[in-house]
């Protein structure tokens, strides 16, 4: 741990005790409730998140996983909850700012007004990948032959409206190709898919994708950022968006972040503050999470996470339009 990280935890440990006991928070284990299913890198950033958080704030944190409905039914259980700070949400950026885009007429929340925002924790891209034997050794190779055979190279994706879809919609869009999108019911099909050769190409999430690219599998092709992410071992000579579509404004970053019921008081919101920014820059959380494809990420207060979510708005409701997509 650098001499950094210490006086950052020395500074939480001895200030959030003296906050607590005045507004008598944490009065008992806090809950973060992750909009995704165990074992997947949002469910591990969060339970790493949590472990530090806990220690900090003297009380426990108690992950509750709620999948299901693209992060609506966990945001709905965060929104509803007393706004005394223990029930906490790892929200994101689809959830947060794409989703009433793309479930115009059923959505249970509003991603500013229904929450206090406390920080983000971690942010992350897409990367585009295709298996090794395939005959595309860059992207530009897929784009030209895109270009001469339109529709007829195939492109899997989580599903309608995921990250996954939205940056291949993007894609296409920038570049002027014409893909054949084929949606499933996750990234595991898909990816199970482009690894058997029954489609071509997939541009999703880091985590899941990099083992086999590793292992020599998959060919990455481009990372969905504007920059390339060299953060993510492996990664590093990977071109970005900034690199292959200049002007196109395309960055396919995503990030997670915490927050709670809107009505938190201000003291509450700014212990857990300082109790997840001292998290996220422990050295030790870096180290776990970079091999996941993420890399740590905070605000300075709650009303940055707030303004920023709110500059958010735009580019996810264009990415959104661009893809077509609607979920009710």
């Known amino acids: 741990m650098t001499r950094l990280s210490r006086r950052i935890l020395l500074g939480a440990a001895l200030t959030l005790p003296g906050i607590a006991r005045a507004q008598g928070f944490p009065a008992r284990p806090l809950r973060l409730v992750v909009p995704f299913p165990p074992g997947g890198a949002a469910d591990i950033t969060a339970r790493l998140v949590a472990e530090r958080m806990g220690a900090l704030l003297g009380q426990s944190v108690v992950i509750d996983n709620r999948p299901g409905a693209g992060g609506n039914i ?17 929200g994101g950026a689809t959830i947060l700012c794409a989703n009433k885009y793309l479930y115009r007429n059923g959505m249970p929340f509003d991603g500013l007004a229904d929450f206090t925002h ?48 939205l940056s291949l919609s993007k894609m296409m869009r920038s570049a002027g190709i014409d893909i054949t999108h084929v949606p499933y019911r996750g990234l595991a099909p898909s990816l199970n898919d482009l690894i058997a050769g029954n489609v071509d190409v997939i541009f999703d999430g880091i985590p899941a994708i990099i083992p086999h690219v590793r ?62 920014v001292a998290a996220v820059r422990q050295d030790s959380f870096r180290e776990r999470l970079t091999p996941l494809g993420f890399t740590p990420v905070w605000d300075e207060s709650p009303e940055a996470l707030t303004a920023f979510i709110r500059a958010q708005d735009a580019v996810w409701r264009e990415l959104v339009e661009v893809s077509g997509a609607r979920l009710d």
Do not use: N
């Open 74 to 90: 966990a945001g709905e259980v965060v929104a509803r909850s007393a706004p005394d700070g223990h029930t906490l949400f790892l």
């Open 118 to 165: 406390i920080s983000r924790v971690s942010v992350g891209t897409t990367l585009l990948v295709v298996r090794a034997d395939k005959p595309w050794q860059s992207f530009q190779d897929l784009v030209a032959d895109a270009k001469r055979r339109p529709g007829q190279i195939s492109a899997g994706s989580s599903g309608l409206g995921t990250i996954s879809h």
């Open 215 to 276: 292992e020599g599998r998959l060919r990455a092709l481009a990372v969905g950022s504007q920059q390339r992410v060299g953060y993510v071992p492996g990664l590093e000579r990977t071109p970005g968006m900034a690199e292959l579509l200049p002007g196109s404004g395309m960055d396919m970053e995503f990030w997670y972040c915490i927050s709670g019921a809107a009505g938190t008081p201000a003291p509450i919101a700014a212990a857990l503050h300082r109790a997840t």
